[in-house]
DNA sequence: CGGCTTATTGCAACTATGTTGCGTAACCTG
DNA sequence: CAGGTTACGCAACATAGTTGCAATAAGCCG
């Protein structure tokens, strides 16, 4: 089995795109198709930088695309803990339980499976439960070497 | 027993923060106070504004006084979903797991007690697990009403 | 108590992320 | 291919947080 083309990934994104019965636009497009080409979840700014090479997409287009993704159930977005909102195509949305891995040494993020058991919490009374975000940090397979040599010091990625 | 009064929560910031054998100052005694009188994780805007009544403090000062008061583990910051950070007094750290609630309606953000127990995730091969962050989403006592009658329409407090 | 040293503050300017308004261009339909 | 509507691009704005530096005040020591 052969690693899908760039062309299909554009192709597979321009197909769901058109199943949703809007307009199938070039921005779309390009932001579906990048974010499914994507090994994991990106930033506003990592989207922007990887359209320009093909074609140039605005700025306020990519947030309004990633808006109406979200919408339409094609993409989800993940709250980071440096105030960055990050990106992943929807392949499997599972509803009421995310869980993501956050790198804290080089920030990369990544979508998990969804979580076996969902963790029970206790709330207080009249308070009432819908999802579950689950955040987990550490070192990705990459940082945990350089994490492991210098303890304390990590080199961030802003 | 008697609720602590204002003065006396002052004088319990200012004995933390003598504690730590650092320079007791107003906005620091001010930002601490503040935090552990809140009755839920404050946003820096908050804080400033419920600050400005007594004395006023820079809205720098603020951001640098919480930054030292996390380095002395005397409050711990929240990451929620709207891109903006919320901070705690750190009455209980509990290391290793944080549990936190978010109201989708008003916006409210509580620290639950820790989790019984730690939800277990399967990484990817070679990553290292270090914190884990649990945000419940949901609706609080006084918003659950009004979530009921009118749903799908959440009245925002931005 | 009053001066000395150094940490901390306040101000101003800056960066980064995300949002809004509006005229123009692109898409789809007939 | 003409027309109506949706979506795009630009520019200006809004908000959250950061940095540099001179002025201030905490703690110390005589």
């Not at 062309?7 to 636009?25: M, N």
């Not at 921005?27 to 930088?49: F, G, W, Y």
């Not at 929807?90 to 993020?109: E, I, L, R, T, Y």
Request: charged residues 25%; positive net charge; hydrophobic residues 40%.
């Amino acid at each position: 089995m052969f690693t899908m083309s760039t062309k299909s990934k554009a192709q597979t994104a321009e197909q769901l795109i058109r199943d949703t019965g809007a307009r199938v636009t070039v921005p779309r497009v390009a932001v579906l198709a990048t974010l499914i080409a994507a090994e994991r979840a990106l930033t506003h700014q990592e989207l922007e930088s990887r359209i320009d090479r093909s074609r140039a997409v605005d700025r306020v287009t990519i947030y309004r695309v990633l808006e109406w993704l979200m919408k339409h159930g094609l993409a989800h977005k993940i709250t980071g803990e440096d105030r960055v909102w990050r990106f992943n195509a929807a392949a499997h949305m599972h509803v009421g339980s995310h869980a993501h891995f956050k790198c804290g040494d080089c920030g990369q993020v990544l979508c998990l499976d969804p979580v076996a058991a969902k963790p029970q919490v206790r709330l207080p009374a009249g308070y009432r439960q819908n999802e579950v975000e689950l955040l987990v940090k550490g070192w990705c397979a990459d940082c945990v070497p350089a994490h492991g040599r210098s303890r304390g010091h990590a080199r961030h990625q802003h």
